[in-house]
Nanobody, 124 residues
Framework: QVQLVESGGGLVQAGGSLRLSCAAS????????MGWFRQAPGKEREFVAT????????YYADSVKGRFTISRDNAKSTVYLQMNSLKPEDTAVYYC?????????????????WGQGTQVTVSS
C-alpha cells in the first residue's frame, strides 16, 4: 500500500521560508516522478512543481519559479519543497503526489497517489 506523509507546514510571515517534506512508502520511490500541488480555499488544486525520478529535471509553475525548489533523496524515499520569499497568495494546503510514471507530469490525472496535505499560511 502506497503512503505519502507530508510535514513542515505552518504559519510564516511574508518574505519568510518553509521547507516541506514528503516521505513515501509502498512503492519503489526512485522509479517515479514526484510532484507538489496546492489548494487554496474555494479554488482548484493546482500544480506547483515536479521532479523526475533521477532528480535531474524539474519543472515549476510560473507563480513559484525562482522562489521554490523541489528536490528528492531517493535513499530516504523523500521529496522536499523549499519555499522562499513566501507571499500571502501562497497560502494553501500543499499536497505531494507520486506519478504513474516518469517524465515531468504537471496534471493531476498523471498522479495516482496523494498525501493528506499540510497547511501553509503566509501572513502579510
Amino acid at each position: 500500500q502506497v503512503q505519502l506523509v507530508e510535514s513542515g507546514g505552518g504559519l510564516v510571515q511574508a518574505g519568510g521560508s518553509l521547507r516541506l517534506s514528503c516521505a513515501a512508502s509502498g512503492r519503489t520511490f526512485s522509479t517515479y516522478a514526484m510532484g507538489w500541488f496546492r489548494q487554496a480555499p474555494g479554488k482548484e488544486r493546482e500544480f506547483v512543481a515536479t521532479i523526475t525520478w533521477s532528480g535531474v529535471t524539474t519543472y515549476y509553475a510560473d507563480s513559484v519559479k525562482g522562489r521554490f525548489t523541489i528536490s528528492r533523496d531517493n535513499a530516504k524515499s523523500t521529496v522536499y519543497l523549499q519555499m522562499n520569499s513566501l507571499k500571502p497568495e501562497d497560502t494553501a494546503v500543499y499536497y505531494c503526489a507520486i506519478a504513474k510514471g516518469r517524465g515531468v507530469p504537471r496534471r493531476k490525472y498523471e498522479y495516482d497517489y496523494w498525501g493528506q496535505g499540510t497547511q501553509v499560511t503566509v501572513s502579510s
